[in-house]
C-alpha cells in the first residue's frame, strides 16, 4: 500500500495523543514530575472507553479511501 508521507489522518496514534493530552490537561493536578506525568497519562489512557479503541480501528477504511481521494492531501479526518 502506498502510504502518503507524514499523513496525520492514517496515523491513529495522533487522535489517541490528542486524547491523552486533553486528558491530562484536564486532570485532578497538574503533573510537576516525569514520575507524576506518568502517573497521570496512566490514568487518562486507562479511562479510554475500550468503545473509542473500536472507532478508531473501524474508521481506517474511511480515512484511507480519504486521503486516496485526496491524493494525499488533508481530509476532514
Do not use: C, Y
Amino acid at each position: 500500500m502506498n502510504w502518503p508521507p507524514r499523513s496525520p489522518d492514517l496515523n491513529s496514534l495522533e487522535h489517541l495523543w490528542d486524547v491523552l493530552e486533553k486528558g491530562v490537561k484536564v486532570h485532578q493536578t497538574t503533573p510537576a514530575t516525569l514520575t507524576e506525568l506518568w502517573t497521570a497519562l496512566a490514568d487518562v489512557w486507562q479511562a479510554i472507553p475500550v468503545e473509542r479503541f473500536r472507532k478508531l480501528a473501524e474508521s481506517m477504511p474511511r480515512r484511507v479511501a480519504a486521503v486516496i481521494k485526496a491524493t494525499g492531501g488533508p481530509t476532514r479526518f
